[in-house]
């Protein structure tokens, strides 16, 4: 059983920076992170492969975010820099226990609670 929780989400100006954190536990082939703004639908933000270390992003948030682990403390974290209005919204982090690794919410099983984050002008 893979449990997730995240935290480091808040308020913050556009051109500014946070960083989201995700305590895991249990088997993860895959984690990535999500959001989710009022009234649209779940988008993946980036992923990474648990065991190789590979990552893919989003178009939308390429050479602004990073996706990366501590497989010591057991723990994802999401770097975010030059935040824009745009990315504001509920962020989630994900896991999946085998299969490939998209940026598609279906395909993942195991789902935190979810941190806000809010980006102002």
């Known amino acids: 059983q893979v449990q997730l929780v995240e935290s480091g989400g808040g308020s913050v100006q556009a051109g500014g920076s946070l960083r989201l954190s995700c305590a895991a536990s249990?088997?993860?082939?895959?984690m990535a992170w999500f959001r989710q703004a009022p009234g649209k639908e779940r988008e993946g933000v980036a992923r990474?492969?648990?065991?190789?270390?590979?990552?893919s992003y989003a178009d939308s948030v390429k050479g602004r975010f990073t996706i990366s682990q501590d497989s010591a403390k057991n723990t994802l974290y999401l770097q975010m820099n030059s935040l824009k209005l745009e990315d504001t919204g509920m962020y989630y982090c994900?896991?999946?226990?085998?299969?490939?690794?998209?940026?598609?919410?279906?395909?993942?099983?195991?789902w935190g609670q979810g941190t806000q984050v809010t980006v102002s002008s």
């Open positions: 994900a896991a999946k226990t085998g299969g490939t690794c998209r940026l598609m919410a279906y395909q993942y099983n195991y």
């Open positions: 249990g088997y993860r082939y895959c």
């Open positions: 990474i492969y648990t065991g190789s270390g590979s990552t």
